[in-house]
């Protein structure tokens, strides 16, 4: 009798027909195999070995850079339940749409089956998926973001308790691109591009997207947020997670290293893009990290910005997409001040400046998380780690302050549903647009969002003693367009802040929108920062927000009747507060 596993990698077999089909072990052996795979195929190189040891640098189809969320669907059987934020079909339209395009599709290649963990060994919160794929770069790249290979297919055993997922290349054109998601079936099809995101299945599609629906149903939180732990002069380690769009500064935050380390603050990684967050027994919620590597963006870091994943991407790292210097180590724009002589590009040219920048903007390390020195001992702690707080944030130039804290849950949520950010690289489109991302989840959430926003609502009902909830806003910038305030190593200035209100001490005044710290409430110990600029990173603009709330409530009107009760009331009573400020006596 073959198991459940067996049946479905057969019925695949049946529509790719692959040359051969390899069932992954995650062992190092099956890694140099895949990194000789990929170099014959002319689109990866190794690094210096000296300097880069087990490095290799691998270059995409220039068409296939970033996720791609116009061909991103959720395929329900209801409309409905993929809500108006999804792109959606049926799920027989798809079958059949992917399906064609997956007839054959490995005709000359080798299908490997990639059995692999989400969450530590041993922990209940952990989920095996099965990924199935043409990629030997998805393979070299899942066995850096997850637990991958032996010890899963040990753990699934005869069971079909796991979440399929069929990756294949295809032809990479864009036109025939599709990343489809089933969660009824708790099913992914990915078709048409090699992009991470688009592409290891363990990470977007299934830690957010289905992960998301099946947090719904059984009660648990699957979110886009980093998890760090802030230590105190004490010893005492107070866990956040934070929630950013994508490349606002996660990955840099969560491995920051403090500007406060001569007081005793400092900065412990446990992730830095996705949780698993669950009630557990003392009524306070406890978060995993699903994965077991960084997908960090490479462009704008350097020692300053993120020294410790400098340090860990030393060795064994896929650099995919940066450009490379005659010594064959990677280099990126704004990695250090030097220009090297004689670089090759991202796409594998003699890199001049006419041809735009050496590594493509949205290019990527990958790097195993345990290499970081600063990883939190509780990283892979089975029971995952309790939370204090939850950190929403965005880029926004002008408008949100520094920092400010929500009143309880259910304001926190609209703050949470409220986020805004500019657009980056990190998905195709324009960059620079000022779009609305509720809890940075707008591209990962798997079912209507005006259901995932109630979800959170009740979840406060559900957990007796919930991180309280703050919002930041790195990003403002001044009259001449700079920014105001440094970030990187000195926002654990505003962490201890966020600490010191967990516990009840630092002061702040009571704003429209929230609680925003006096001017002094802050430590800027051997920081060069005006007192005027310290007023202006901390300004609620009244007239500013009653624009935001129109804007919010725009965005809002696409949920129709079915956006939360609860969120309709914090809406009103911000306006309320609003309206009342502008019309206080001065
Ligand atoms: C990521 C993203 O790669 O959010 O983490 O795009
Ligand atoms: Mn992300």
Known sequence: MSTPLEQWVESVSRMTHPKQIVWCDGSQEEAARMQEQMIREGDTERLNEKTYPNCILHRSNPNDVARTEQVTFICTRDRRNSGPTNNWMSPEDAKQTLGGLFNRSMKDRTMFVIPYSMGPAGSPQSRIGVEISDSPYVVASMRIMSRMGKAALDRLGNSND??????????????????????????IWSVGSGYGG????????????????????????????LILGLEAPSGKV?????????????????????ALEGQGYRVWTVGDDIAWLQPGPDGRLYAINPEAGFFGVAPGTNTNTNPNVMTALRENTIFTNTGMTSQKEPWWEGMDDRTPEAVTDWQGRPWTAANGPAAQPNSRYTVPAQQAPSISPHWQDPAGVPISAFIFGGRRARLAPLVYQATDWRHGVYV?????????????????????????????????????????????????????????????????GKFLWPGYGDNVRVLKWILERIEGQAAASETPIGFVPTPNALTLDGLNISRATMEELLRVDSADWIKEHANVGEFFAKFGDDLPQGIREEHKRLGERLQGVMSAPK
Not at 199 to 221: D, T, V, Y
Not at 451 to 460: A, F, K, P, S, V
């Open 162 to 187: 796991f979440v399929p997922g069929l990756h294949s290349l295809g032809d990479l054109n864009p036109n025939r691109r599709y990343i489809a998601h089933f969660p009824e079936e708790k099913l």
């Open 198 to 225: 688009n592409a290891l299945l363990g990470k977007k599609c299934f830690a957010l997207r289905i992960a998301s629906w099946m947090a719904r149903e059984q009660g648990w939180m699957a979110e886009h947020m």
């Open 238 to 258: 107070t866990y956040m997670a934070a929630a950013f769009p994508s490349a606002c500064g996660k990955t840099n935050l969560a491995m920051m290293v403090s």
């Open 416 to 480: 949470g549903a409220t986020m805004a950010s500019e657009t980056t690289a990190a998905a195709t489109g324009a960059v620079g647009v000022t779009r609305r991302d509720p809890m940075a989840m707008l591209p990962f959430c798997g079912y209507n969002m005006a259901d995932y926003l109630q979800h959170w609502l009740d979840m406060g009902a559900r957990v007796p003693n919930p991180p309280q909830i703050f919002h930041v806003n790195w990003f403002r910038r001044g009259a001449d």
